[in-house]
């Protein structure tokens, strides 16, 4: 079993930044697969940005330029850096690890 718990969402104005965190913890050996995911009231849930082995990365075109994922393995943490936010931003954002697990996500509010 492995747990995650988000944190770093909360509201900020259009044209800030926030950090999110996933610590994970349980069964895990390294941090393999893992990425950020997104959904917002009325929409499916979308990946945001993903990170293999902590080396390399994937991003959803809304966001590339804009936000950055990376990985603290020693610690088991990943990090979603997101910069110039914007209103369509705006949604729970849940961490995924190896494509089975998922935490219960942290509220983000892009608003003015």
């Known amino acids: 079993q492995v747990q995650l718990v988000e944190s770093g969402g909360g509201l900020v104005q259009p044209g800030g930044s926030l950090r999110l965190s996933c610590a994970a913890s349980?069964?895990?050996?390294?941090?393999?697969?893992m990425g950020w995911y997104r959904q917002a009231p009325g929409k499916e849930r979308e990946l945001v940005a993903g990170?293999?082995?902590?080396?390399?990365?994937n991003y959803a075109d809304s966001v590339k330029g804009r936000f950055t994922i990376s990985s603290d393995n020693a610690k088991n943490i990943v990090y979603l850096q997101m910069n110039s936010l914007k209103p369509e931003d705006t949604a729970r954002y849940y961490c995924?690890?190896?494509?089975?697990?998922w935490g219960k996500g942290t509220l983000v509010t892009v608003s003015s």
């Open positions: 995924n690890y190896g494509g089975i697990y």
């Open positions: 349980g069964s895990i050996f390294s941090i393999n697969v």
């Open positions: 990170i293999i082995r902590g080396v390399r990365t």
